[in-house]
């Protein structure tokens, strides 16, 4: 049997207003009265109806996550923690897959918008700001890079910054052969531009010169297209001795190529990757990456759009970068390993 807010008023010896105070947090409750209904409350294992009560606030406790592919493991990680920022605030989250093509995300927000939600974490690889305003009214954060300075609220990793930090860790032992998987030359691939420049910034430091062959690039950025890039890497006649991949995955799929090819990893070759993702941690050897705060990211933009919710429209859009640090394993190690 659930108990109603009346059952717990008559349990108490209350009116039904002051549980409802009890219930919603107000403050203004003498001691004893809170008490009574606080007993009441755990007597009857009473639970609010938050449906009924978002609902009379115009609110549904629903947000929405949407993001390329949950078979990314990163976003998969991802997600994991915005369901658990978003429950400390009793909401739920609806997950959809864009697949990232300009249409499907186009299709996936006009179809999370036409749902009864609250707001929505996107994180775009395709649409441009212009596209992303035509949202007008939903309350929004974005993740990722594809869209800077545009008309939501965003959370970013500094990629440029962070790509040169482990690129000049490769440096660092004594590599100078340092090859980059995962370059992509489509508007998809804003990440992949970011991480090559901090990549090429971090070459120009050690003043060694950018070579373009040992540049490969991944239409995705799957194990598969991983393994692919570095048997193509091992064949051009310029074997690195070093390779930045731009995220975990790729760095995986290089792993089984160069296990498969005979060579030795750190010894004859350092892996690096990107993402921090439960995988690498378990790999052969284990993987050193860049290690973006997945919590923060997620706590971050569930906090954004909580402050949405209740701000004045008008108020201009805020992009807060998350901070990351270099998780160093046995694949590139740290140079007193």
Not at 101 to 122: V, Y
Not at 130 to 146: F, I, K, T
Not at 181 to 195: D, F
Not at 278 to 299: C, H, M, Q, W, Y
Request: with cysteine; charged share 25%.
């Amino acid at each position: 049997m659930r108990h109603r807010l009346k059952d717990v008023a008559e349990r108490a010896g209350v009116s039904v207003k002051t549980v409802s105070n009890v219930v919603n947090g107000y403050q203004h409750v003498r001691a004893d009265t809170r008490a009574r209904v606080e007993a009441a409350i755990a007597e009857l294992n009473y639970r609010p109806n938050l449906s009924a009560r978002n609902l009379r606030k115009g609110r549904t406790g629903v947000i929405a996550l949407a993001v390329p592919e949950l078979d990314i493991p990163y976003f998969a990680e991802l997600a994991r923690h915005v369901v658990t920022a978003a429950a400390e605030h009793g909401w739920t989250v609806l997950i959809d897959q864009t697949g990232g093509g300009p249409e499907q995300e186009r299709k996936a927000a006009s179809g999370i918008a036409d749902h009864m939600i609250d707001g929505l974490i996107f994180s775009p690889l395709a649409l441009t700001a212009d596209d992303l305003a035509g949202l007008d009214g939903m309350p929004m954060v974005l993740l990722g890079e594809r869209v800077d300075h545009g008309p939501a609220d965003h959370v970013v990793v500094d990629n440029v910054a962070a790509a040169r930090e482990i690129t000049a860790h490769l440096v660092g032992l004594g590599r100078r052969r340092i090859a980059a998987i995962g370059s992509q030359r489509t508007p998809e691939g804003a990440s992949a531009r970011l991480r090559l420049a901090g990549y090429t910034a971090a070459l120009a430091d050690a003043g060694i010169a950018y070579d373009e062959h040992l540049v490969a690039p991944a239409p995705a950025w799957h194990r598969a297209d991983g393994a692919a890039a570095m048997r193509h890497l091992l064949t051009t006649g310029v074997r690195p001795d070093a390779v930045f991949c731009f995220n975990d995955t790729l760095a995986l799929g290089a792993l089984r190529a160069l296990h498969e090819a005979g060579l030795r990893v750190p010894d004859d070759v350092a892996v690096a990757g990107f993402d921090d993702i439960e995988d690498g941690r378990f790999s052969i050897p284990t993987l050193s990456t860049v290690a973006p705060d997945k919590e923060r990211i997620a706590r971050l933009a569930v906090e954004l759009l909580a402050n949405r919710l209740t701000a004045d429209p008008e108020t201009p859009p805020r992009e807060l970068v998350a901070p990351h640090r270099l998780a160093l394993r046995e694949s590139a190690p740290s140079r007193r390993s």
